[in-house]
């Protein structure tokens, strides 16, 4: 019984439902099937709600954004693109992907991310660059893109932030692990998130590298 | 002390901006921002239940009145492609260097506020020098920008209305995430799964976790929610205990097998979904589409490496 809320979410995406009534639904229903009163899942769900209001904290950063933009951002990016003549989208990102993972190896996460900086900066000049190694884009080459650019910061953010001692995951495996009784230092658990962390830019940098490739053509 | 509630405040007050400049054009938007405005304002004071009837409130509006976002509200406020390039020639590098004003200062605030602790919670220092950040942002941008302080809450009300509902997407899953929690799915989800385990096979084992973390991370949107599920189920009673793995490389690649498994899932709205809101992609799946490629590469690695390295 448990589980029909998992159902709920995993269908509700399928069918494309209204992912927040979907969620809603989802919550009620597990909430119902584990015995809780509505009141008392509405609740619940409200006090989760508000401790999780830091997540929706970064949308003040969009009137910066916005002033920006107005004022022609994405166009200088255009610009500035067109000066450096080795750019290419994929070396762009290349670069974008070290520097986002070395960032967050550091624990600078938020420092970067997509309102902050592909929407007004990585994702133009992504754009910019590929406009000019391949010519004329069409609209599905432009979609793929800035697709791409937010891809590449999602994935050196993932693969950098583990390197950092005092990151959420590393502190949480560091305490589930000590109720074992097993007890090991945040050190210990960073080192082995390096393995991955190249892995992760030796095949997204190969794609990349790809993506150039193709736009040549 | 700064703390976290200031920059709430803050928070608020922007989104009580968006509201009152789009009441007129976008009522239902409008009313959707200004219930975030009073959950950031006055969330500590309304108690659980009120929470969570402002939580059915934002549900209602997003559901209902804000299903257009994305598509109608292209042309208000925006500016003309002609101007905005003889802006861009005019100002040049200047709009970079404003650009760069929010992650520098969240750079240096993050060092500085943690070396000198008593004005500035050590513990939120980047989201508290990201605020400020903005607000440096913003002085400089209307000074040398020359505009006046509606025109960049005016266009964030344009860009915030592109993003709509999509924008608490990721604080609904983190509640939904804590009902979960609550009632206990993760356990059911654990129990499932150390049954479907092929017996005396320690390359099936370590696929059992991996790809477990990855799948249940998906379902959950969230890599923390299915870790002490999969670690309790699988990763300590069977690749520790019984084939003496070592504990920090089983969960340390653990976690970052259910990484892979974020880049896969529209339920990582916020890693996934609301960037394509916000680079107004025509497919909202987009991001996701592009992640696959290194994303499974990825997980299979991640599978070698716990298989490799964490057995002697």
């Known amino acids: 019984m448990a589980l029909l809320g998992i159902a709920i979410i995993v269908a509700g995406f399928l069918l494309r439902f209204h992912p927040l009534l979907v969620i809603l639904a989802s919550a009620i229903v597990t909430g119902l099937a584990a015995g809780f009163d509505p009141l008392a899942i509405i609740a619940a769900l409200g006090k989760a709600f508000n401790e999780a209001r830091y997540v929706s904290i970064i949308w003040i950063v969009l009137p910066v954004v916005g002033l920006l933009e107005a004022n022609g951002l994405q166009e200088r990016a255009r610009g500035l693109i067109a000066q450096f003549h080795g750019a290419t989208v994929g070396r762009f990102l290349t670069f974008y992907l070290v520097i986002r993972q070395v960032l967050a190896a550091i624990g600078l996460t938020s420092v970067a991310g997509h309102p902050q900086t592909v929407r007004p900066l990585v994702a133009p000049i992504a754009e910019a660059a590929a406009e000019r190694q391949a010519g004329d884009l069409t609209d599905a080459d432009r979609e793929e893109i800035k697709a791409m650019a937010a891809a590449t910061d999602n994935i050196g953010l993932f693969f950098g932030e583990d390197i950092f001692l005092a990151i959420g995951s590393i502190l949480l495996i560091k305490g589930l692990l000590e109720q074992y009784g097993i007890s090991l230092e945040p050190l210990q658990l960073s080192v082995w998130a390096i393995p991955t962390a190249i892995a992760a830019f030796l095949i997204h940098g190969f794609r990349l590298w790809r993506l150039d490739r193709r736009l040549r053509r | ?312």
């Open chain 2, 1 to 312: 002390m700064i703390t976290l509630h200031w920059v709430y405040a803050l928070a608020g007050a922007i989104f009580a901006a968006y509201a009152l400049l789009g009441a007129r054009e976008r009522p239902l938007n409008a009313a959707f921002w200004a219930l975030l405005a009073v959950s950031m304002w006055a969330g500590d004071r309304l108690g659980d239940l009120g929470n969570g009837l402002l939580v059915l409130g934002l549900v209602c509006l997003g559901s209902v009145g804000l299903r257009s976002v994305g598509r109608l509200n292209r042309g208000d406020s925006a500016v003309a492609p002609a101007l905005r390039q003889a802006r861009a020639d005019g100002f040049g590098n200047r709009l970079f260097v404003i650009a760069l004003i929010i992650p520098a200062t969240a750079l240096a605030g993050t060092i500085l506020f943690k070396a000198a602790p008593g004005w500035i919670d050590g513990r939120q220092a980047t989201l508290i020098a990201l605020a400020l950040g903005v607000l440096i942002a913003l002085a400089v941008g209307c000074l040398w920008l020359r505009t006046g302080p509606v025109v960049p809450l005016q266009q964030g009300r344009r860009l915030m209305d592109q993003v709509g509902w999509a924008a608490i997407l990721p604080q609904m899953l983190a509640s939904l995430g804590a009902v979960f929690a609550l009632a206990g799915v993760g356990d059911v989800v654990g129990g499932i799964v150390s049954q479907a385990i092929p017996q005396g096979s320690l390359l099936g084992a370590v696929i059992a976790y991996a790809l477990g973390m990855a799948l249940f991370t998906m379902i959950m949107g969230n890599a923390f929610a299915a870790f002490p599920v999969m670690t309790v189920a699988i990763g300590i009673p069977l690749l520790i205990r019984t084939y003496h793995g070592d504990p920090a490389i089983v969960c340390a690649i653990g976690m970052l097998a259910g990484f892979c498994g974020t880049l896969l899932t529209p339920m990582a709205a916020n890693f996934n979904l609301v960037p394509a809101a916000l680079l107004e992609l025509k497919d909202k799946h987009g991001v996701i589409r592009q992640q696959v490629g290194t994303a499974v590469p990825l997980l299979i690695v991640n599978i070698l490496l716990i298989y490799w390295l964490a057995f002697p």
